[in-house]
């Protein structure tokens, strides 16, 4: 399970405009959150949010990727739809999800079942995981997030 001090795994995601890794954002900040289903009520908010700060996330030189096991096709629809200003990835095999730890058993209802962890990590410039939340709640995460963005070197 990744945690702060680690170096960041590796990983590769599909976006709209093609596959992006790890080594992509090199020298710049990266805000990677996992979160469990496009358009959804929680999932929504917490795009909108980060879409709401993302003027003031690339002023502080970091990029915001939201990734899922949702398609490409799912992400572009999702994006449109409520004008995201924010990259969205798609990891319909898990691997970006297991390396990062977020992909965890989940139970609802008295049954099991293996899910996504709405979970983000700050990786720093040198690809060092900075500052990690898991469990995430949404209301005020994002900014909580740019907070430590901007105080990151």
Known sequence: MADVGDKAPPFTVETADGPVSLGDFAGRK??????????????????LDFTALADRFAAADTVVLGVSKDSVKSHERFAA????AIRLGSDPD?????????????????????????????????????AVWRKVKVKGHAQEVLARAEALA
């Open 94 to 130: 898990g691997a970006a999800l297991e390396a990062y730890g977020a992909w965890v058993e989940k139970s609802m209802y008295g049954k099991t079942y293996m899910g996504i962890d709405r979970s983000t990590f700050l990786i720093d410039r040198n690809g060092t995981i900075a």
């Open 30 to 47: 990266l805000v990677l959150y996992f979160y469990p289903k496009d358009d959804t009520p929680g999932c929504t908010t917490e795009a």
């Open 81 to 84: 739809k409520h004008n995201l």
